[in-house]
């Protein structure tokens, strides 16, 4: 039996588009649903998250999962893949290489930002890794519902992948590339000299009358985004 949105604590930003705020790192994940398919956006931060994300989406769809979009390899948007079972998983290019070599540098990061040990080496040791590399755009049919996935980095890392909900008014999933609760993370893997153009680049995605969907936070609008992309250019010193 289905559910509301509200129901499950998710927020319903369009017709059959919604998200949720994990607890822990306030990491978002996103949902899709479409007549034939249901999409998630990023998967949390371990496998007991990534099954409860699986359960509720398909409690809200009456469907399960049949795709995943990972915006970008850190933890707590990854750890919980292994969980979707069946998914065709899809993330940015070059994406595959750094989760193949990586596992245990994600290990050690989530456990220094407080995962415990065991669920992280236990995420770690089941890490999926995307099987349909986007670069550029493609464009994923649903039934009705088209959405477009676009690789949009490198910027808060080398590998970012954006995810827009085309309609009267179109949802652009940023993941790292804007955060709203926080200042925007520049770890050792950030690409900072780029990161505006990639801001750039979702803004032309999505428009100034779309709704942005930041990695952590409340949602926002082309005005926020526009402002965190000259922000990050003074921070950066990154001419216009």
């Given at each position: 039996?289905t559910?509301?949105?509200?129901?499950?604590?998710?927020?319903?930003?369009?017709?059959?588009?919604?998200?949720?705020r994990?607890?822990?790192?306030d990491?978002?994940?996103g949902?899709?649903?479409?007549r034939?398919g249901?999409l998630?956006?990023?998967a949390?931060?371990?496998?007991?998250?990534?099954?409860?994300l699986?359960s509720?989406?398909e409690?809200?769809?009456?469907?399960?999962?049949t795709?995943?979009?990972?915006?970008?390899?850190?933890f707590?948007?990854?750890?919980?893949?292994?969980?979707l079972?069946g998914?065709?998983?899809?993330?940015?290019?070059?994406?595959?290489?750094?989760?193949?070599?990586?596992?245990e540098e994600?290990?050690?990061?989530?456990?220094?930002?407080?995962?415990?040990?065991?669920?992280?080496?236990?995420?770690?040791?089941?890490?999926?890794?995307?099987?349909?590399?986007?670069?550029?755009?493609?464009?994923?049919?649903?039934?009705?519902?088209?959405?477009?996935?676009?690789?949009?980095?490198?910027?808060?890392?080398?590998h970012?992948?954006?995810?827009l909900?085309?309609?009267e008014t179109?949802?652009?999933?940023?993941?790292?590339?804007?955060?709203?609760?926080?200042?925007?993370?520049?770890?050792?893997?950030?690409?900072?000299?780029?990161?505006?153009?990639?801001?750039?680049?979702?803004?032309?995605?999505?428009?100034?009358?779309?709704l942005?969907?930041p990695?952590?936070?409340?949602?926002?609008?082309?005005?926020?985004?526009?402002?965190?992309?000259?922000?990050?250019?003074a921070?950066?010193?990154?001419?216009?």
């Open positions: 039996m559910v509301t949105w509200e129901e499950l604590g998710w927020e319903r930003v369009a017709p059959g588009v919604g998200r949720v994990l607890p822990g790192w990491c978002t994940a949902l899709v649903s479409g034939d249901t998630l956006i990023d949390g931060s371990s496998l007991a998250e990534g099954a409860r699986r509720e989406a409690r809200l769809t009456g469907r399960r999962v795709h995943l979009a990972l915006t970008h390899p850190h707590d948007h990854v750890f919980g893949a292994a969980a079972a998914a065709e998983v899809y993330g940015p290019a070059g994406m595959d290489a750094v989760l193949a070599a990586g596992a994600l290990r050690a990061d989530a456990v220094r930002n407080g995962l415990d040990e065991d669920t992280a080496e236990e995420a770690a040791a089941a890490l999926v890794r995307p099987r349909h590399p986007v670069s550029g755009e493609l464009t994923l049919d649903l039934g009705g519902r088209p959405v477009l996935l676009a690789d949009v980095g490198p910027g808060h890392t080398a970012d992948l954006a995810v909900v085309p309609g179109g949802v652009v999933f940023c993941g790292d590339l804007v955060e709203e609760s926080g200042e925007p993370q520049a770890g050792p893997d950030a690409v900072p000299s780029r990161w505006p153009a990639a801001l750039d680049r979702l803004l032309a995605l999505g428009g100034d009358d779309a942005y969907v990695g952590h936070g409340a949602v926002v609008d082309a005005a926020f985004v526009r402002a965190q992309r000259d922000a990050l250019a921070r950066f010193g990154v001419s216009p």
